[in-house]
């Protein structure tokens, strides 16, 4: 039987050292490296004991699949394959975690869409997998741009979300993104979302943590329910008693049972605050204008704070690093001050601005702008415009900035 | 300050899960009662006095303790039927410390026997029939104990503990974590030390459990 502990400082086929995760993230030397984050995610899951990868293409996370493959024949990931859609690589990502393995896949847009309905099944059987989502348009007509509306559609089922902003992010996130998942009281699948292309496909300066070390085995004695069992919930559960019986002890179980999976997001906020060190991060929050966003909007948003100091507003920044869980009182706390918040979002609807209202005080603060979507990029000055216009200063007006 | 109280039932047609409310659970050395955290030993103290005070405490193994998978299940499981023996020995006349197993997680329709087992989609049909009013959770599978716990919470007014060996449970009670060999053992060492010294509850409320 794997224990987690007896490992550590023990080597892997491949050489590489089990090492303790916090030695491994923080003390371990760093190297630069200049890498896309396609790249960058092949380079942690490199490090990350994985057992199980199970891939299939859709633009733009078919580069990481494929490079993960390149992994699996260098001898680093258990087991690799292709599935035969998105809906049956989730599927299958879901019988290997059963079995108690350490499984990781990555989807995209309409990959993620169209896979949906077995993502609440991975939080209702407590399986810890890890999906990348790399997210882009869902909708017709076709897009393959950034388009960040499928992250809307994770928040409720039960997995945890975090946004990555950077390579950097989603490279170290990847890795203490199993930590947090696999802890007992939490085991719940991660969709670790970024924008596609702006996050996948650029390059950029990442540290990347020594090749010989990796993280400890996944440890699957302590999962909060049993390895796969034909005859044990949830399996026998999701063919029989729940389904069929109708009485009030069955409504009254699968009613527990949903609020114990809301109950281990609630307990993954304590892993999650301990190893990306705070659910948020902020700057400036005594300012009267806080740009608050998440993803790729938030390094748009350090632009446009910028560009606002050089004609002297001072305006700070909130980024969330999780949306599963909400960093509600964090947000609260952080923008207790402010008279306006700014949150530009890279989707239609404005989902980020409308979680945001729901959780603060005096909600008309909310300036759930600027939108764009379809793989508009986000130019800093719309977001520039948008608060001068808050502030009712006189702006240059430009051309495509959304609703 | 959380307002939220993790106590004795029943608390509602559909009982919110303590973490939910706001209840976190202990870190290593420390326990939580009610959802206070507490330092171990004074959890130990009080699941003591609260096994002492009940007319019918109980345990109740689960999988990972009631099979001998691993040389430390079949330690913990040594040790469990001490610290019943224990309890056995410490109760008074008109007291009854029983020992009842939940083997598996398989729902069992139409209902389970009561009187040999518990289930944990149904617990409560096993706290109503036997009376019991305050119940231990060991070797429980976490999700399963949460359910479990929830749905006694909900429904009957049987006072909880978790003996749980990860990190413990916020829908329980009182909750110790990372439950070994030797915390079990300090249990029966505190139900010895307070032997005599608990008065025995006497209200049964509606619910079939004593308050």
Redesign the interface.
Do not use: G, L
């Given at each position: 039987?794997a224990d987690t502990h007896s490992v550590i400082g023990t080597k892997n086929k491949k050489g590489q050292t089990y090492t303790d995760t916090w030695q491994m993230m923080n003390d371990a030397p760093r190297t630069p490296s200049f890498f896309t984050g396609s790249e960058v995610i092949k380079e942690a899951l490199r490090r990350a004991s994985c057992d199980v990868m199970i891939a299939y293409p859709i633009t733009p996370q078919s580069e990481a699949a494929a490079l993960i493959g390149e992994l699996f024949a260098e001898g680093y990931i258990g087991d690799y394959f292709r599935g035969e859609s998105e809906f049956a690589v989730m599927s299958q990502c879901a019988g290997a975690a059963f079995g108690g393995a350490r499984v990781f896949t990555t989807t995209a847009g309409p990959g993620t869409m169209r896979a949906m309905e077995n993502f609440p099944m991975w939080a209702g059987a407590?399986l810890p997998i890890q999906m990348i989502v790399t997210c882009r348009g869902i909708n017709s007509p076709l897009s393959i741009q950034p388009d960040t509306l499928e992250i809307s559609y994770l928040l409720n089922t039960g997995m945890l979300v975090w946004h990555a902003e950077t390579a950097q992010d989603f490279y170290d996130w990847i890795l203490k993104g199993y930590m947090v998942s696999e802890?007992?009281?939490v085991?719940l699948p991660l969709a670790l979302c970024c924008d596609g292309f702006f996050v996948t496909h650029t390059k950029d300066v990442v540290n990347l943590t020594p090749v010989d070390m990796c993280l400890p085995p996944y440890d699957p004695y302590?999962?909060?329910?049993?390895c796969m069992d034909m005859?044990?919930?949830p399996v026998?559960?999701m063919r029989?008693?729940?389904v069929m019986?109708s009485n009030y002890?069955?409504y009254?179980?699968h009613?527990?049972?949903q609020?114990?999976v809301?109950?281990?997001v609630?307990?993954s906020r304590?892993h999650s605050i301990h190893w990306l060190n705070g659910l948020i991060e902020t700057e400036n929050t005594d300012a009267d204008v806080l740009i608050v966003s998440s993803g790729t909007a938030v390094s748009q948003g350090r632009e446009a704070i910028r560009l606002l100091e050089e004609e002297g507003i001072r305006c700070g920044l909130v980024k969330v690093k999780t949306l599963r869980p909400w960093p509600g009182e964090e947000i609260r706390e952080a923008t207790k001050n402010a008279k306006y918040i700014v949150v530009p979002e890279f989707n239609v609807t404005g989902w980020m601005a409308k979680e945001i209202k729901a959780s603060i005080p005096d909600s008309d603060r909310v300036i759930a702008a600027p939108h764009v979507c379809g793989g508009m990029t986000m130019p800093p000055e719309i977001i520039v415009e948008e608060i001068k216009k808050t502030l009712g200063m006189r702006t240059m007006s430009l051309a495509g900035r959304g609703s | 300050m959380n307002q939220y109280r993790v106590l004795p039932g029943p608390e509602h047609f559909l009982p919110p899960a303590a973490a939910s409310m706001g209840i976190r659970l202990p870190n290593p050395g420390e326990g939580h009662i009610n959802g206070v955290i507490v330092p171990e030993e004074k959890a130990y103290e009080e699941a003591a006095r609260q096994f002492l005070m009940a007319k019918v405490p109980t345990i109740f193994p689960g999988p990972l303790v009631l099979w001998a998978w691993n040389d430390k299940a079949a330690k913990k499981a040594t040790a469990i039927r001490h610290l019943y023996e224990t309890l056995k020995e410490c109760v008074q006349p008109g007291q009854k410390a029983m020992l009842i197993p939940m083997p598996d997680y398989r729902p069992k329709y139409p209902k389970i026997n009561p009187e040999i087992e518990i289930n944990p989609n149904h617990p409560n049909l096993t706290i109503w029939h036997n009376k019991i009013d305050c119940c231990m959770f060991v070797g429980v599978h976490c999700h399963q104990a949460n359910l479990s716990l929830k749905i006694i919470r909900g429904g009957t007014s049987c006072y909880t503990v978790a003996m749980c060996a990860q990190a413990g449970h916020e829908d329980a009670m009182l909750s110790f974590r990372d439950a070994s060999v030797e915390k079990i053992m300090r249990l029966a060492e505190w139900v010895r030390k307070l032997k005599g010294s608990v008065k025995v509850s006497q209200v049964i409320s509606k619910s079939g459990a004593s308050n």
């Open positions: 039987m407590r802890e007992p009281d085991h302590r999962s909060p329910v049993p005859e044990c919930p026998r559960m029989d008693p729940f019986k002890i069955s009254a179980t009613a527990s049972w609020q114990e809301w109950a281990a609630e307990r304590k | -």
